[in-house]
């Protein structure tokens, strides 16, 4: 289809309401009445809030979201609601949780609720002495800090750390508030506060304050869980030594510590958006954190037990809230928070990393056995199979014939359901 040529200056496009935003793309994009019905309709998600959370909205993008079964954290068992568009991610957490129900399930921890933030001054003269002025002020800081917001009072400012960076463009003074921020993610209060002091910084050092910004390497908010996996429960010792090799790789090599790492956040980043939290907050946490000894490596450890079974540990900044941003508004993330039954964002943070670990032992046993496909195969042949234009009973027939032939592809499913509804005449 070719489109004329139009103008992506839409003047005033952010007043308009969403019905007069989407009937201007469809003019600019040629959308068929379809396409316009099938984008106006906002499924579960009230047209007027959608249009508070995000800027120029025309519609929403509904996401599937299932429940990971089987899961016991730290002795409760727990129903937990995962939002992804990936086939395989939900069962693979159902199936590790359920090898290692009998054996107590996932043990968690958090290291605290603490975030920071960081405030950036440039062109100091004597950067050290600048560095310790700042470390002086310490309870004006805290005032400063505490000032910003009431709620957080009692919690609040922590602790005050002030680094000189040597960067290309010569010393920086970096100052890092931390922050307690309890059960919201924390980054606006964090950032207010950032905010707050730099005149402050500025007057103390001579220096000019730049950036004002948390920092999502959250090191000082990190969950912990640690499982173990009866070696009988798993398959036996070649299926556990061949999980530990797979580790062992990916401990080795950033090449496939970035897969499995992506393998841990399909579960982690599932949970995280069906709570209405910030998924890229979370990931740049977890792969800034992977990386913090200077080398990508793996966020997972992988060993035996003077048993002989399999143990699994995760560890990972989990800078997730149940106030704030979209957690308290949007109504799906809320009903995902009543299923899980969590009180506070700690035990989310850490049923979160729970699943993580869950979902990394899927993958390094599917890896270390039977390969990722098999387990893949069904559910993508159903894709493919709509793909190919397959609709209601047509989708497990057609997907049926492509694992049995053992090739999923969109050519071979248009094959299948012409012979299909050759067969029924049509
Ligand atoms: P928020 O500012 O909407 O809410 C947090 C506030 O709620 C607190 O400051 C406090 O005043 C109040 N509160 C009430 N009860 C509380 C309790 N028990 N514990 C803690 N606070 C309580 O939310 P937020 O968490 O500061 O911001 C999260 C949003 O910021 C997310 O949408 C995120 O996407 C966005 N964000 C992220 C980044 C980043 O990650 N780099 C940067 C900017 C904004």
Redesign the pocket.
């Known amino acids: 289809m070719t489109l004329p040529n139009r103008s992506s200056r839409l003047s005033g496009f952010h007043h308009q309401s969403p019905p007069d935003r989407l009937a201007a793309v469809a003019a600019f994009a040629g959308l068929d009445a379809a396409t316009v019905g099938h984008l106006a309709d906002f499924g579960n998600l009230d047209p007027h809030l959608a249009d508070r959370l995000i800027e120029n909205v025309i519609g929403t993008m509904n996401v599937p979201v299932g429940i990971a079964t089987n899961l016991k954290v730290d002795g409760r068992d727990v129903l937990v609601p995962m939002a992804t568009e990936e086939s395989s991610v939900v069962a693979a957490v159902c199936n590790a949780a359920r090898q290692c129900y009998d054996a107590g399930g996932i043990v968690t921890s958090m290291s605290g609720p603490l975030m920071i933030a960081q405030v950036q001054l440039v062109q100091v003269r004597d950067p050290h002495s600048a560095r310790v002025k700042i470390l002086e002020k310490r309870e004006e800081v805290k005032a400063a800090c505490d000032a910003c917001?009431?709620?957080?009072v009692s919690?609040g400012f922590r602790d005050l750390e002030v680094r000189v960076l040597d960067t290309l463009g010569g010393s920086m003074v970096i100052t890092h508030l931390i922050v307690d921020?309890?059960?919201?993610?924390?980054?606006?209060?964090?950032?207010s506060m950032a905010e707050r002091l730099a005149p402050h910084f500025e007057a103390w050092t001579g220096g000019k304050v730049y950036l004002r910004?948390?920092s999502?390497l959250a090191d000082r908010r990190v969950a912990r869980a640690r499982a173990v996996w009866p070696v009988e429960a798993i398959g036996g010792q070649e299926v556990r030594d061949g999980m530990i090799s797979a580790y062992q790789f990916a401990e080795a090599d950033p090449y496939r510590a970035a897969t499995h790492n992506k393998g841990i956040m399909n579960g982690v980043s599932a949970v995280v958006l069906a709570t209405g939290?910030?998924t890229?907050?979370v990931e740049?946490g977890a792969h800034a954190y992977a990386a913090r000894g200077g080398r990508y490596t793996s966020l997972s450890r992988w060993e035996v037990t003077a048993d002989g079974d399999l143990a699994g540990v995760l560890e990972l900044p989990m800078?997730v809230?149940?106030?704030?941003?979209?957690t308290k508004l949007h109504p799906t993330a809320r009903a995902c928070l009543a299923i899980l039954g969590v009180g506070t964002?700690e035990e989310l943070a850490r049923v979160t990393a729970a699943v993580g670990l869950a979902q990394n032992f899927s993958a390094l046993k599917a890896l270390a056995t039977t390969g990722i496909q098999k387990g893949h195969m069904a559910l993508h042949a159903q894709n493919i199979a709509l793909m190919a234009g397959a609709v209601g009973e047509e989708v497990d027939a057609v997907a049926r014939a492509l694992v049995a032939r053992g090739e999923v592809r969109v050519d071979i499913a248009a094959e299948e359901l012409g012979r299909l509804r050759g067969r029924r005449g049509e």
């Open positions: 917001d009431p709620v957080l919690l921020t309890r059960d919201a993610m924390g980054a606006n209060a964090v950032n910004i948390l999502n939290n910030d890229r907050a740049a800078a809230g149940l106030i704030g941003g979209a964002a």
